[in-house]
């Protein structure tokens, strides 16, 4: 597996990751756990260095399962975890209580890495990005606390989740940010037009989050696709019946892509953009062993310029229709 640096404080990471979330929480069904921490394991094996989980992802069972499967192999891998919600207000999962609040005081912060270094089985965590800006605490508060923590060593890096240009600046003149986590893939691109070239004035790697568009892009869905009321996609707009008729035109385009490499459609979406920047580090989620072996193929993908530059030239004529999250949830991104 190939490697690529996030920051300039030199955290090294294999070039694709893996996002842990859909484990326990989002995607149903869910592989048991012995067969998530297998599976984890496995990923290790095959090269796979940097997992990302978070303290929200089934309020804290996500971080113990990954802390139970690289306990024995802690020293070969990057953990990155995020805090920002108030879990001390935790619903019951058995009811529709409502879910917890964004709450990023230095506080609730300590609280926060004290319960995922416990449930990580660790004595540090490598990155550590707050999960969603919290709009009642000066982003400078937050650096100053998290720069505290890695006065500590409890934290090695930090970063961002769902954050805005100005956001960024104003954090990493406290303390200097490692990454920047944020969606990013060939059917969300909006990070071109202000966040990337951010993140490369400050030296600042960037890690995309569903890179495969929610698996838009491997393929695996048609025009007529539905979602369970239990997948999450089900409450997105982009894969609501018309518009996901209509953004079959970008799958298609994809897999037609693949067909000319004679590769997979997965492989072209992560390949892409491992190919815009050499500090973008994608984190595909899965739950299978094989995914995981198609994606991080990905990275043995390349594009002549020519070729980049068409593929842009087509997705500037697509048209993609669909908010990428719930109203309600697309208003906490970009503070």
Not at 137 to 143: G, H, K, L, Q
Not at 213 to 242: C, E, H, V, Y
Request: with cysteine.
């Amino acid at each position: 597996m190939k490697t690529r640096t996030l920051g300039k404080g030199g955290l090294t990471v294999s070039a694709v990751g893996l996002g842990c979330m859909g484990f326990t929480q989002s995607y149903p069904p869910y592989p048991d756990r012995k067969d998530a921490i297998e599976t984890i394991r496995q990923a290790v094996d095959l090269g796979v260095t940097f997992f990302d989980t978070a303290e929200v992802y089934s309020y804290g069972k996500n971080e113990d399962l990954l802390g139970e499967a690289l306990q024995p192999i802690r020293d070969r891998v990057v953990i990155a975890t995020k805090f920002g919600y108030d879990l001390s207000e935790t619903p019951d999962l058995n009811t529709s209580a409502r879910p917890v609040s964004l709450s990023s005081r230095p506080k609730t912060i300590r609280k926060a890495v004290e319960g995922s270094l416990r449930r990580l089985r660790t004595d540090h965590i490598d990155l550590y990005y707050q999960h969603r800006v919290d709009p009642n605490v000066p982003i400078e508060m937050v650096a100053e606390t998290v720069g505290e923590l890695i006065k500590e060593g409890k934290v090695l890096h930090w970063g961002l989740s769902e954050a805005a240009p100005s956001t960024i600046y104003r954090a990493h003149m406290v303390c200097p940010l490692t990454a920047v986590q944020s969606e990013y893939s060939l059917w969300y691109r909006k990070p071109e037009a202000e966040l990337l070239p951010t993140l490369a004035e400050l030296g600042i790697g960037f890690v995309p989050f569903s890179p495969l568009g929610k698996a838009m892009l491997t393929g695996r869905f048609n025009k007529d696709t539905t979602f369970d009321k239990t997948d999450f996609r089900s409450t997105i707009p982009r894969f609501q019946s018309d518009n996901l008729k209509h953004n079959m035109e970008l799958v298609n385009y994809v897999e037609n892509l693949a067909k000319q490499k004679e590769t997979t459609p997965a492989r072209i979406a992560i390949g892409w953009l491992l190919a815009q920047k050499p500090w973008i580090v994608p984190i595909p989620g899965t739950k299978r062993i094989s995914r995981i072996e198609e994606n991080i193929g990905g990275a043995d993908i390349s594009f002549t310029d020519e070729e980049l530059a068409d593929i842009r030239h087509h997705l500037n004529s697509i048209e993609i229709l669909g908010g990428r999250y719930p109203e309600d949830q697309e208003k906490m991104t970009g503070l």
